[in-house]
């Protein structure tokens, strides 16, 4: 049975997450901005459907899917692309897969003892946040 990620999750770091905006094509100003933000994140569990949602005080992203559907995902709020997404358990690992103009982009959610992490690739650069339940 995968691990339930339900909750309220603080951000308590966020490494390499320059180099992630690059390879993603982020322009400088929205990096700048960006680098200075410490998201939390809102985790709704329920059977295969789920919602997270990224909250900052300079944009929100909400995402709703199905485990193992494939949807199109409108990543406006995020760097302005548009992708296929398919978000299914891998083991314990929660893990996206977005098929669109930047190869390799995706991401994975997994917890280890209390703290959730999550892997944000894209253009082969990663990185690693971790977020501590409130």
């Given at each position: 049975?995968?691990?339930?990620?339900?909750?309220?999750?603080?951000?308590?770091?966020?490494?390499n997450?320059?180099?992630?905006?690059?390879?993603?094509?982020?322009?400088?100003?929205?990096?700048?901005?960006?680098?200075?933000?410490?998201?939390?994140?809102?985790?709704?569990?329920?059977?295969?459907?789920?919602?997270?949602?990224?909250?900052?005080?300079?944009?929100?992203?909400?995402?709703?899917?199905?485990?193992?559907?494939?949807?199109?995902?409108?990543?406006?709020?995020?760097?302005?692309?548009?992708?296929?997404?398919?978000?299914?358990?891998?083991?314990?690992?929660?893990?996206?897969?977005?098929?669109?103009?930047?190869?390799?982009?995706?991401?994975?959610?997994?917890?280890?003892?209390?703290?959730?992490?999550?892997?944000?690739?894209?253009g082969?650069?990663?990185?690693?946040?971790?977020?501590?339940?409130?």
């Open positions: 049975m995968p691990l339930d990620l339900s909750g309220y999750w603080k951000m308590t770091s966020n490494e997450f320059e180099e992630f905006m690059k390879a993603l094509d982020i322009n400088i100003a929205i990096r700048k901005i960006a680098r200075l933000l410490r998201p939390d994140k809102e985790i709704i569990q329920n059977g295969d459907h789920m919602v997270i949602k990224t909250l900052s005080t300079f944009r929100n992203y909400n995402m709703e899917f199905d485990l193992g559907k494939e949807f199109f995902e409108d990543l406006a709020a995020v760097d302005g692309r548009k992708c296929m997404t398919t978000i299914n358990w891998e083991g314990d690992k929660l893990v996206c897969v977005q098929k669109g103009e930047i190869e390799g982009r995706g991401w994975t959610h997994w917890m280890e003892g209390d703290q959730l992490y999550l892997e944000l690739r894209a082969g650069v990663a990185c690693k946040q971790s977020f501590k339940k409130t």
